[in-house]
């Protein structure tokens, strides 16, 4: 009995902040004496970049700083943080959360509310207010647009989309236009070419790949993920729309792509890149650097041999010209010591003036403020750096609510089972639809919530 | 006494005693079987192959189709990489590998001095409810690992132990004191108490003809049981990853974990880390070869 | 209570003098503060970090408590229970995580008893055999998922590409649904095979060498000295190693989450798999309490059953 009563003690002392803790409006006076900046991100180039970066150039403002930036595996990226979000201590002060993760994370009131700091401290009108709503507002807006009244959590650290990569030497120097014309090219490529596949996509069901995809060519066809005002999915997903999209992905786009691609995620899509084995792929922006490395690619043994073959493209258009958002935004950890959230506060300053930005753009990085996206500096750091500027009024993000780890996961599994022939996809589809409005449902549920 | 590989060898059926009428069927037989055991071990041996291959070719080889067995370009740089940063420095791969060096080792070390006094306590003296007392003590390393890191990680919360090396080393030891318990108390047994009765009729107390006598004679037991623990703490993959996020605490298999999944996988890295980090198991295994069956049962099984 | 180590081929005498006389009533006394000094605090650990993280777990279970949600948690009483023993999705992976284990634990049974077989009927080479077959049981298994996760890819792995040399289409080793889930199997196969090996090979060269002499004596054909020396003699321990492998393929997580990581679709997806998506995804901690709770009760009561079942076996 005595153990019950304590038990119930240590569970119910938390959860007194419903809602997340304000940061100050001004940064407070910040430490002379050594301290060490923390950020968490998944394991991939950018983070080893922004690392350098920082220390390169934050600490000759602020030279008592030091920038660490922790990495976890990317398929332990969420559970990394919202673990030690769990815990109510970070060893991180500067969370770099997936858009859709800022939901989860401010009902939580695991980060800081930095509306009244980003008033007094940045130039919003930099922005295109897409890029500042979409890693930074909670609630999402329904346009997808920035609510100005919306409280504000994180600033955009790095942007990303989807790049369409093509082989020139393989299907000529223009790129398709339409989506139904890239599928007819890629077809005809295969078949031209025999041990080239004509795509190569995420497909896997880790992460958020699959999802991803679907939700991208969703899009593309005129459809809608859910309609947020109403809280629908059931019925708005699996729509005409929605069928389609289904359909072109499972039966025209996947039998382009090659046998047992049906787990493949950012490496191997680059890695059948690399190895001339797509005519077409589609990967991050912000992970395609690598397939530049004449040391990993048989597409040449130069960069410039490499850029004769490969083209970057942003993606083709069809009932609508709508891309993929990628990228993530830095926030302030709530579990962060105050002198810690003040120095996160004044990094952040720091980070989003317009010449640093441009630094970030040269450093390879993908900045957000307009200025910086159509700084030489941006554009001639990668090829495939104006395909992001051309692609930034297109972008459309997911359902950025607290139940997005659910959401994307079901979404994920049954993409990946209709991609890989465990579900048709008719069936895929109408089960994400009501599995989804299940979760987004079950807050009045007894018992048994997230099976 | 436990099965080990080298008596192996020493003894067997006697299979050359069949009578000559049979020698020729016998003959065919033994080649049949002499075939059957290459192909399994070829087969069973191959991945270990492999990784030895891939560790050691450039990346442009390995993804080669059809894959090269013989004819690539030899290089270190995997091994290298394995242990140095790219800038210069030592590789994050490496700091995980001390982790692991240091968590494994103190928590084995915490396991056998909690488990072994306990164990000789078990062997000699009547403990009310003994037989419960061990089953209980066997059952909770029954729990699935993926189960217990729930309960254990609110725990964790309050005290302040995630994402610590001794959050780690805890639940290791209470891991390991379960199977320390069991494997070391069928060593004792082994030792007949008459050495500790004779110890003690000389003036001794049971204490000191424990400390003087019988711990002397468990000894080799204990480096044996030492090293099973070490390797379930060298190799445990859930509670390092739910439990620990930074780079400072987190262990080598987590770490591996993480080479995959940035935007090009390395796999010559990974197979040059999974050799450098198995190589010491299979050493200690090598070592503790005579009491493996005992190892790998919770020393359920000692033949 | 069933005992496993009553199953032990212990050399007989030695467990008898266990427990020494019991001379003068001080040193009686001695000796039981001694025993409560050694094992309380190996018990005390137990009791820490096993007893009451579990006892915890019980609580949250009947709760709707979520550790990221925080607020107090709200009894559900049997709530979570019900909605887990009802739910398809939960049913689905029984299916899987049953199909997994019988199909694991009975090929690396045969294949483990095949080997151990072949090797006790060698004279010459033994040594290096058996530890060269242990190798794969002393990796991590996230060594083992890793890197048969690069020797089964379709387009680049090494099995595929020798599939191919003798002109064998391509197999998708871990996207299609029967195959995956086959793949699993003949990793963990794979890993696991000479820990049966091992235990096998114990009990085979435990075969006292007259029991063998005397039949052949009697020209007794080599299948029914097999059957009416070798396997009886085998059997016992074979049948502990088949609960040990039982058990550990039942909470089996690591492997899955590296390999397939469930798919394709939720093909692959274990109940250890399940209980970690439902903690750590949602974060729905009392349900994720509950579903533990009911794996751990099924493993001890399927342990008992066995365990009874053995007992019988030994003394029929």
């Known amino acids: 009995m005595l153990v019950v009563t304590s038990m119930a003690a240590c569970g119910g002392d938390e959860g007194t902040n419903a809602s997340a803790p304000k940061a100050p409006a001004t940064i407070p006076e910040l430490t002379k004496d050594p301290l060490t900046l923390s950020f968490i991100w998944f394991d991939w180039p950018p983070a080893h970049a922004l690392e350098t970066f920082a220390n390169a150039e934050y600490t000759k403002e602020r030279p008592n700083v030091t920038i660490k930036v922790n990495t976890v595996p990317n398929a332990n990226w969420h559970d990394a943080m919202f673990t030690q979000f769990a815990a109510h201590k970070t060893d991180f002060d500067i969370p770099i959360l997936d858009s859709q993760h800022i939901g989860e994370a401010v009902t939580n009131g695991n980060i800081l509310d930095i509306t009244d700091f980003v008033k007094q401290n940045i130039e919003v009108d930099a922005y295109n207010p897409y890029l500042l709503a979409a890693y930074g507002q909670f609630p999402q807006a329904e346009t997808g647009k920035r609510d100005e009244n919306a409280s504000l959590y994180g600033l955009p650290l790095l942007g990303d989309t989807w790049t369409m990569i093509y082989r020139k030497d393989l299907i000529g120097d223009t790129p398709p236009q339409t989506w139904d014309e890239m599928i007819s090219v890629a077809e005809k490529c295969q078949t031209d070419n025999p041990g080239v596949s004509g795509l190569a996509f995420h497909q896997a069901n880790g992460s958020d790949a699959a999802a991803v995809t679907y939700n991208t060519v969703n899009g593309v066809y005129g459809g809608n993920l859910w309609d947020a005002k109403s809280r629908k999915i059931e019925g708005v997903l699996n729509d005409a729309a929605g069928q389609e999209a289904m359909d072109v992905l499972v039966n025209k786009m996947k039998p382009l792509t090659a046998k047992g691609s049906g787990n493949w995620f950012i490496d191997e899509v680059n890695a059948a890149v690399a190895q001339g084995k797509a005519c077409i792929a589609f990967n991050w922006i912000a992970a395609s650097g690598a397939l530049l490395d004449p040391k990993e690619s048989t597409l040449g043994t130069t960069k410039e041999e490499i850029l004769s073959k490969l083209g970057f493209a942003t993606l083709p258009s069809q009932k609508t010209n709508l891309v993929p958002l990628g990228g993530m935004g830095m926030h302030v950890s709530a579990y962060s010591s105050e002198e810690k959230q003040a120095e996160a506060l004044n990094f952040m300053k720091w980070f989003e003036q317009a010449d640093i930005q441009k630094k970030w753009a040269a450093a390879g990085g993908v900045p957000a403020r307009t200025d910086a996206l159509e700084s030489p500096e941006f554009l001639n750091a990668g090829p495939f750096n104006k395909v992001y500027a051309d692609s930034v009024s297109r972008m459309r993000d997911m359902w950025n609510v607290p139940e997005y780890a659910r959401l994307i996961d079901i979404e994920n599994t049954n993409v990946n089972a209709a991609l890989n022939g465990a579900k048709s996809p008719q069936d895929a589809l109408n089960d994400i639809a009501k599995e989804q409005q299940a979760v987004l449902d079950s807050s009045s549920q007894k018992g048994g919530g997230g099976l | ?259 995959i999944g940035g935007t090009t996988v390395d796999w010559g890295l990974v197979a040059a880390a999974s050799l450098v980090f198995a190589l010491p198991v299979l050493i200690f295994a090598y070592l503790v070869r005579k009491h493996l069956v005992a190892g790998v049962t919770l020393g359920a099984v000692r033949r | 209570m069933s005992d496993p180590v009553s199953l032990t081929t212990d050399h007989p005498g030695q467990a008898a003098s266990a427990t020494p006389p019991a001379p003068g009533r001080s040193r009686h006394l001695s000796d039981r503060w001694l025993a409560v000094a050694f094992i309380s605090p190996a018990l005390l650990l137990l009791l820490a970090m096993s007893v009451f993280p579990l006892l915890w777990a019980l609580y949250l279970s009947f709760t709707d408590y979520s550790a990221t949600r925080g607020g107090p948690a709200h009894f559900v009483w049997f709530g979570n229970y019900t909605a887990i023993l009802a739910s398809e999705q939960v049913h689905l992976r029984a299916l899987t995580t049953l199909i997994y284990v019988v199909g694991a634990v009975t090929l690396q049974t045969v294949l483990g008893f095949t080997i151990a077989y072949l090797i006790s009927r060698r004279t010459r080479g033994r040594g290096l055999l058996t530890t060269l077959f242990l190798i794969p049981m002393m990796l991590s298994p996230v060594v083992v998922g890793l890197f048969w996760r690069f020797m089964l890819d379709a387009q680049f792995g090494v099995i595929n590409s020798m599939l191919g040399s003798l002109g064998l289409g391509q197999v998708e080793w871990l996207t299609r649904q029967q195959t995956a889930l086959f793949s699993l199997i003949v990793v963990d196969t794979w890993q696991w095979t000479p820990f049966i090996m091992l235990i096998a090979l114990a ?109 019988k076996l030994k003394e029929d």
């Open chain 3, 203 to 311: 009990g085979l060269t435990a075969v006292p060498k007259y029991l063998y002499e005397a039949a052949s004596i009697d020209r007794a054909s080599e299948w029914f000295r097999f059957r009416t020396i070798t396997l009886p003699l085998v059997w016992p321990l074979l049948l502990i190693a088949v609960l040990f492998r039982a058990i550990e393929a039942f909470r089996l997580f690591d492997l899955v989450y590296i390999l397939t990581s469930g798919g394709p679709g939720v093909s692959t997806e274990t109940l250890s798999f399940h209980v970690y998506k439902v903690a750590f995804l949602g974060f729905n901690t009392g349900t994720a309490s509950a579903y533990g709770i009911l794996m751990v009760l099924i493993v001890i009561i399927l342990t008992q059953l066995y365990l009874r079942y053995l007992n």
């Open chain 2, 1 to 259: 006494m436990a099965v080990s590989v080298d008596e192996a060898v020493a003894t067997g059926p006697a299979r050359d005693r069949t009578p000559s009428a049979r020698r020729l069927g016998g003959r065919g037989r033994s080649v049949l079987e002499v075939v059957l055991l290459t192909v399994l071990a070829v087969v069973m041996l191959f991945p270990v192959l492999w990784m030895i291959e891939t560790s050691i070719k450039e990346n442009r080889d390995v993804y080669a189709i059809p894959a090269k067995f013989f004819n690539f370009t030899v290089t270190m740089d995997h091994f290298k990489d394995v242990f140095v940063a790219p800038g210069g420095g030592r590789s994050a791969l490496s700091a995980a590998f001390l982790n692991s060096v240091l968590v494994a080792g103190v928590s084995t070390a915490l396991a056998t001095v909690l488990g072994v006094p306990a164990a000789w306590a078990y062997s000699r003296f009547s403990v009310k409810a003994k037989k419960d007392q061990l089953f209980f003590i066997l059952s909770t390393r029954f729990m699935p690992p993926v189960v217990v890191v729930i309960p254990i990680f609110l725990m964790y919360r309050q005290v302040g132990l995630i994402d610590s090396k001794l959050g780690l080393i805890l639940i290791y030891a209470a891991f390991n004191v379960p199977f320390t318990i069991w494997m070391m108390k069928g060593f004792v047994d082994e030792v007949p108490s008459e050495y500790e009765d004779a110890a003690m009729l000389d003036g001794y107390t049971r204490l000191q003809a424990f400390w003087r006598f019988t711990l002397p004679l468990l000894l080799p037991g204990i480096a044996a049981t030492a090293v099973f623990a070490l390797i379930f703490s060298w190799n445990e993959f859930v509670f390092a990853i739910f439990l620990t996020s930074s780079d400072g605490v987190r262990t080598a298999p987590p770490a591996i974990a993480g080479l």
